[in-house]
């Protein structure tokens, strides 16, 4: 499975931004087997935001009422909305695929937050 991820850039503090993963690569794809994940300098890869097997979504705290995980079945795409982004938002946003195909990485996109 591959996996393509953009929206990513340079955003003021309270600003918003769209993230998209497009799947492809496999006839098995289910969006509702991708989440999103960030990775900030120094710091360890976190879960962003994901789908439960019962088609609800499930965030980290941190970004609990501010992002929004939604998908779109029809064109094998999640997509994260991010609102009032912080400073602390800043990361390399990475997309993953965990399902019947395997489990994918995308190249991940830079979200920038200035102060």
């Known amino acids: 499975v591959q996996l393509q991820a953009s929206g990513g850039g340079l955003v003021q503090v309270g600003g918003s931004l769209r993230l998209s993963c497009a799947a492809s690569g496999s006839r098995f794809i289910r969006t509702i087997d991708m989440g999103w994940f960030r990775q900030a300098p120094g710091k360890q890869r976190e879960l962003v935001a994901t789908f439960t097997k019962r088609g609800g979504t499930d965030y980290s705290d941190s970004v609990k009422g501010r992002f929004t995980i939604s998908r779109d079945n029809a064109k094998n795409t999640v997509y994260l909305h991010m609102y009032g982004l912080e400073p602390e938002d800043t990361a390399v946003y990475f997309c993953?695929?965990?399902?019947?195909?395997?489990?994918?990485w995308g190249h991940g996109t830079l979200v920038t937050v200035s102060s």
């Open positions: 993953e695929y965990h399902g019947v195909a395997g489990t994918s």
